[in-house]
């Protein structure tokens, strides 16, 4: 398959943001683990700035390796995992090693964005918490 100037396409990748689902009353001792939105808005980004898209967003805590919502669909040399830090993936899988090398046996790529985590001020911190804490109220999260 070619494009218009008859160069070969090659196919996107399709990424799943893996972000981890942390309580909110860790929030004052743990705030971008409990922060997903920004968990998910780093793994976007580094997504855009390869010129892939996010296709899926997991929040998860604990998932095991082989759960069937991690691999849904997921196609080898068509997907990959991206989370924020190892830390995250840590927080959201029950083996980081296991996901690993279920990645490995079924050609998926996994990557983490490597990035330094926002640093947290109360202000911050306050924002999340009602982002969280009031979803049905309407608050919007800005």
């Known amino acids: 398959m070619g494009d218009v ?11 799943t943001a893996i972000a981890s689902l942390t309580p909110l009353e860790e929030l004052d001792d ?3 683990l409990v922060d997903s ?9 580094w997504a855009a700035e390869r010129g ?9 805590r604990g998932l095991r390796p082989d759960h069937g919502v991690l691999w849904e669909g997921v196609r080898p040399g068509r997907d ?6 190892l830390r995250v993936l840590r927080s959201a899988l029950s083996s980081v090693e296991e996901f690993t090398a279920e990645c490995v046996r079924r050609g998926v790529r996994v990557e ?6 926002p640093s947290y001020d109360a202000q ?16 919007d999260g800005r």
């Open 112 to 117: 983490t964005v490597g990035r330094a985590e």
């Open 5 to 15: 100037r008859g160069a070969p396409v090659r196919p996107s990748l399709r990424v």
């Open 30 to 32: 743990d705030p971008f």
């Open 37 to 45: 939105r920004s968990q998910h808005a780093m793994c976007s980004r």
């Open 52 to 60: 892939y898209v996010v296709t899926r967003e997991l929040l998860v």
């Open 124 to 139: 911050m911190k306050a924002r999340v918490h009602r982002r969280l804490s009031m979803p049905t109220a309407g608050y």
């Open 80 to 85: 990959l995992f991206v989370a924020p830090s």
